[in-house]
């Protein structure tokens, strides 16, 4: 059982020598008596968050990995053999298991291991579109931003899982869609793919808040923030009276031993501002509604959707590290080679 091992915790950037390769062993049956459910994982996800779990924290808002085990992260796999009664051999499912061909889930709980049953898309999805980022990306866009018909959105990592499918569905609404994302290939990603007004290239601009005043003449309405640090700064600086800011991630800050401070807090103030941090654990009731919806977007062809795959469990940590400096076009997925 090849496995991919988290070597100690960490500080500042991640380096890929932090993870390495091992093999282990793995008894390819549930014990009798447990409910375990026994898989062969197909795909796992590279996400943001897992950074965090990379160190001990006084705020660890998911637990950290453990040294010299497997790293867990959310994934699609095959199930094997089960002793849990809603999982059987052959189904095929998604959520949380870990970086290593086989996978002994232990205890798994309704929102942590879900059984794929909508298959007319490739499986991969579920750990996009149809998974954690896709129901991120609904829940901070409907539920956490109260969007308007005819508003101005702004939305940072744009081209990444999440923050393609909030243009989206901002477009959807009928909202006037900017992005911000760190290539000209992104950029283009952006407008001629993903149907957002405009984007623009941050890395490109050394005057942020110029920037975001030529694309938002009027002022945004919405920020979807995923990056944090001075475009947090530059953008509450631009945002219009009643405005809203559903924060889902800060990316440019995980890595930082100190965080960067932002200023311009007082506009929260002055322009009536309602900013709000949300985190997806807790809106996992949303997903079957969330789930009808996106089944009917991607069949009625409203909503597109492009990954990032790399192969093998060997360049999952080049995948992960990679996140934090934008080498992912897409949602980052990992195929498991022969799987
Ligand atoms: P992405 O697919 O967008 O990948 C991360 C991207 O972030 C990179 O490709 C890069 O794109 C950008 N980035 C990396 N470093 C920086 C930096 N220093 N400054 C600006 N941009 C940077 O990731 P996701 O869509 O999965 O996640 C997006 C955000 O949503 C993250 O902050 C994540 O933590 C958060 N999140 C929150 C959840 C919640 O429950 N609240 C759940 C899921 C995700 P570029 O080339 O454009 O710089």
Known sequence: NKQIILRDYI?????????????????LKVPEGSNSVLVKNLYLSCDPYMRSRMQKLDDNYVPPFTPASPISGYGVAKVLDSGHPDFKEGDYVWGFTGWEQYSLIENPQPTTLMKITYTDVPLSYYTGILGMPGITAYVGFYEISSPKKGEYVFVSAASGAVGQLVGQFAKLMGCYVVGSAGSKEKVDL?????????????KEEHDLVAALKRYFPEGIDIYFENVGGKMLDAVLANMRVHGRIAVCGMISQYNL???????????LVTKRIRMQGFLIFDHYDLYPKFLEMMKQYITEGKIVYVEDTVEGLENAPTALVGLFTGRNVGKQVREMANG
Do not use: C, W
Request: hydrophobic share 30%; aromatic share 14%.
């Open 190 to 202: 952006l407008k001629n793919k993903f149907g957002f007004d405009d984007a623009f290239n941050y």
């Open 11 to 27: 500080t500042g950037f991640p380096k890929e020598s932090d993870m390495v390769l091992r093999t282990g062993t793995i008894r």
């Open 257 to 267: 031993e100190q965080p960067e401070g932002v200023h311009n807090l007082f506009r």
